[in-house]
């Protein structure tokens, strides 16, 4: 049977904030929360997060959430700056620009990787990353059409393709599945084909190199036991594994005990990092630290509700401006490079 996701949150359980080496490569998945500009954009659904919107978004609004993003991208890397960041809903190219340039970012020199979706929102995945620790080789965006709903629009996958230091080549995946909105049951097939349709892009690029590191990441909108995960990725929750090719998410073993996201005052884990055995059996020259992911749960991303109850700092609760960070927190993996 499986166990209730908690409703109390003590912050700090998981993340560890010691010393990086040289030899450590550290990778984030961060679901920011509507990152949008305060301009309006004629071809997407974003009049809510406009001045004089439903959520009367400001450009004070918009420059504090840019500082606060920044801050904790800073804070994730400790010792140093993260080499590798994957973002979740933003607008566009100039809400990254925005943070990459106009903020404490700026001295880290991020470059940035971005296309716009077909998301209905006009909400996007991205990445940006550190040249001097990541010699970007290619990316790729694919969108998703849904055979059994060919109207609908969702997020693209974006695959980054890059060398790390050690000259071992990656391959990131950074994914915003569909949500729940509308029904957890009738929206369960799209979350299904999504995965599937990662899967055979994961194997795709196996089969042309075996040797290839692959890290999946991403707002996945279900946890590590969904059918999603489990039948249309085919992950592994197995510890033991041994097998180089297969996935395994290394966010199973923390489920029943803290999560990235509350709903109706329930934790669960929906962002995910999922990676091949080669990586994480330790069998080639890049390996995962201490086989684990982590939940940067730190105490300024953490409100307590009005019953007790913890949730992320977020920067709306419904239609009211709280003026928090995000709904998720972020989660880190170091890779260990020889």
Not at 232 to 259: C, F, H, Q, R, V
């Amino acid at each position: 049977m499986k166990a209730q996701s908690v409703k109390f949150y003590a912050a700090s359980e998981s993340f560890n904030a010691e010393k990086r080496g040289d030899d450590r490569f550290r990778i984030v998945f961060y679901n920011v929360e509507n990152l949008f500009d305060y301009f309006n954009d004629s071809t997407t659904l974003d009049e809510e997060f406009l001045p004089r919107g439903g959520r009367f978004w400001t450009k004070e609004r918009y420059l504090k959430k840019q500082a606060d993003l920044a801050k904790t991208l800073i804070a994730i890397g400790g010792w140093e700056p993260p080499a590798l960041i994957g973002l979740g809903e933003v607008e566009n190219r100039y809400v990254l620009n925005s943070l990459v340039g106009f903020t404490a970012l700026k001295p880290i020199g991020y470059e940035i990787i971005h296309q716009d979706s077909e998301d209905r929102r006009g909400i996007d995945v991205a990445a940006i990353y550190r040249p001097d620790k990541f010699k970007l080789i290619d990316y790729q965006y694919y969108q998703i059409r849904f055979p059994f709903d060919e109207s609908s629009r969702t997020r693209d996958i974006l695959h980054v393709v890059g060398e790390l230091p050690n000259r071992d080549t990656l391959h990131y995946f950074v994914n915003h599945w569909p949500s729940k909105f509308g029904g957890e049951f009738e929206t369960k097939p799209k979350r299904l084909f999504t995965a599937q349709f990662l899967k055979h892009k994961v194997d795709s690029t196996l089969n042309l190199n075996p040797n290839h590191l692959i890290v999946i990441t991403g707002d996945f909108n279900d946890e590590p036991d969904a059918e999603s995960l489990l039948n249309g990725l085919e992950t592994s929750l197995d510890p033991a594994t041994k097998d180089p090719n297969t996935l395994y998410n290394l966010m199973y073993e923390m489920m029943y005990l803290i999560g990235t996201h509350s709903f109706e005052n329930k934790w669960s884990i929906i962002d995910h990092f999922v990676v091949n055995g080669r990586l994480k059996n330790g069998n080639s020259t890049t390996r995962i630290f201490r086989n684990s992911a982590q939940i940067f749960d730190m105490p300024f991303l953490i409100m307590e509700g009005a019953t007790g109850t913890t949730r992320p700092f977020r920067t709306y609760q419904g239609p009211k401006y709280v003026g928090g960070f995000s709904d998720h927190l972020p989660i880190l993996l170091d890779l260990v490079l020889k």
